[in-house]
């Protein structure tokens, strides 16, 4: 830290995001990213054409984009904001939303804790139950804003329609942002919702159903006076804040909804082939509605096994938070890649059986 650096910053825990590495080749199962390329129109949008207009400003309005996805959903582009990542979408809702403090789960989005820490919002952590699921009690009536991932990170675990509903309408004084980065994978939307709660704001993003995860855009759909809001914190920060490449890339990706259902289906395939082959190893495995499986096995420690994947050339998600630390967040692959692990998985097992138990 240099001695100019704002005080008000200096206790400050950046994110960590999930490694990526440059230089060697591995089967890449650590940030949720899709394993198949984005549609063939996306390939085709981000041509010489768009290079060339780079020397021009991108739209500030956004204004295909909102009427790609306002069509796609259901919505009027007043009711769509887009960001550079939903991650921006998260942190200028916290902006707006988050003075009288944010509710979330204890375990979830690392990222909640720390848009709250650097916007100085109070952060009010709720426990999960014993079984790793949501408490929707704890979200009702809470007095303050509240953030939930739904389906939740790193569990995979989902929440119905029905609990939202219950928890926006116990809240009508604070907005209730529901994360739906993993919905594509087996959820139902709280989109609907959204016409019923003006309280409610639904956040998605290109990056994982969509495999669009570099050219960060995500976007949030709620009433209109929410979205006038986050206009207002990105006019006061980034008024560019989505290239011109990335919102051709995107308007593609909408206008094929197609292919990113048949590539969401094989990924919902491959999850149920890595539940029940790790299962069969016996792990114990939460039942997953996103593209990532959440798994620990008492026969390898947690951290354990995700070195050992490392060295064999797989990455996983490893978490060393006490709570999670016996498990590994896996990413879903292709069918060929989550063939490789389990066989991997099944010779570490072996050598620690074979060295006498758990190591
Ligand atoms: C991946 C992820 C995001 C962020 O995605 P962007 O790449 O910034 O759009 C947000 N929330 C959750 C729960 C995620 O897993």
Do not use: W
Not at 50 to 68: H, I
Not at 82 to 104: K, P, R, T, W
Not at 290 to 319: C, E, M, P, Q, W
């Amino acid at each position: 830290m240099s001695r100019f650096f704002n005080s008000c910053y200096s206790q400050l825990e950046p994110y960590t995001p999930g490694e990526q590495p440059q230089d060697k080749k591995y089967i890449k199962l650590n940030t949720n990213e899709s394993p198949f390329p984005p549609a063939p129109g996306v390939i085709a949008a981000v041509n010489k054409q768009e290079a060339e207009n780079l020397r021009l400003y991108s739209d500030p309005e956004l204004k295909p984009l909102k009427k790609a996805l306002a069509e796609a959903y259901h919505v009027e582009p007043a009711n769509v904001f887009v960001s550079n990542g939903s991650d921006e979408a998260l942190n200028f809702a916290f902006m707006a939303f988050g003075e009288d403090g944010i509710a979330y789960p204890d375990i979830s989005y690392g990222f909640y804790k720390v848009f709250a820490a650097v916007n100085h919002i109070a952060s009010d952590v709720k426990p999960l139950q014993a079984d790793f699921r949501i408490r929707p009690e704890d979200y009702k009536g809470v007095g303050k804003a509240v953030v939930i991932a739904n389906p939740n990170a790193p569990t995979g675990l989902l929440l119905s329609l029905k609990e939202i509903s219950d928890i926006a309408a116990s809240n009508p004084e604070h907005v209730v942002i529901i994360d739906e980065a993993y919905i594509d994978f087996g959820g139902e939307s709280a989109v609907e919702l959204t016409k019923t709660y003006d309280n409610l704001l639904v956040v998605q993003t290109f990056s994982k159903s969509r495999a669009l995860a570099g050219a960060r855009v995500g976007y949030a759909i709620g009433n209109k006076a929410l979205i006038q809001d986050l206009e207002t914190i990105k006019f006061s920060t980034n008024p560019y804040n989505v290239n011109r490449i990335s919102m051709a890339a995107a308007v593609a990706a909408v206008q094929d909804p197609e292919y990113y259902v048949h590539c969401s289906q094989e990924i919902i395939r491959n999850r149920e082939y890595t539940t029940i082959e790790l299962r069969k190893l016996g792990f114990f495995v939460l039942d997953s509605y996103s593209n990532f499986v959440f798994a620990r096995t008492d026969r390898i420690n947690g951290r354990k096994l995700y070195l050992d994947l490392k060295d064999r050339g797989i990455l996983v998600r490893h978490f060393d938070d006490p709570k999670i630390c016996e498990f590994n967040r896996i990413t879903i692959g292709t069918r060929q890649q989550m063939e490789t692990l389990i066989e991997t998985i099944k010779e570490l097992l072996e050598l620690t059986t074979t060295a006498g138990g758990k190591v």
